[in-house]
């Protein structure tokens, strides 16, 4: 079992920054791959970012590409989405989740092929 608690959201103007931290215990953290999705009120959940169990991370969306970083510190036990240029739109509920081994390019973006969930952490965007 593992456990992912996020932390890190906020209230801030647009142009801020902000970087959100997943902090995962119960499991070999260098085994699991990672993905960031967000939620806005009556939308559907939306995929952000995918890391690889190796760091390395291979997919982002495009609408935050540029301004959205996601990394992952073995050595903490942390995953992180640093957050700049925010927008309004980037408003939502921001979850992070894992799953052991990576996963194929194609398939990183669905969130059912993730076994663990953070709790969720609120970002707010607005002037």
């Known amino acids: 079992q593992v456990q992912l608690v996020e932390s890190g959201g906020g209230l801030v103007q647009p142009g801020a920054s902000l970087r959100l931290s997943c902090t995962a215990s119960?499991?070999?953290?260098?085994?699991?791959?990672f993905a960031w999705f967000r939620q806005s009120p009556g939308k559907e959940r939306e995929f952000v970012a995918h890391?690889?169990?190796?760091?390395?991370?291979?997919n982002i969306i495009n609408s935050v590409k540029g301004r959205f970083a996601a990394s992952k510190v073995n050595a903490k036990n942390t995953l992180y989405l640093q957050m700049d240029k925010l927008r309004p739109e980037d408003t939502a509920v921001y979850y992070c989740?894992?799953?052991?081994?990576?996963?194929?390019?194609?398939?990183?973006?669905?969130?059912?092929?993730?076994?663990?969930w953070g709790q969720g952490t609120q970002v707010t965007v607005t002037s």
């Open positions: 890391v690889k169990t190796s760091g390395q991370n291979t």
């Open positions: 119960g499991r070999s953290f260098s085994s699991l791959s």
């Open positions: 989740a894992a799953r052991t081994n990576d996963l194929i390019f194609s398939a990183q973006h669905i969130a059912r092929h993730y076994t663990y």
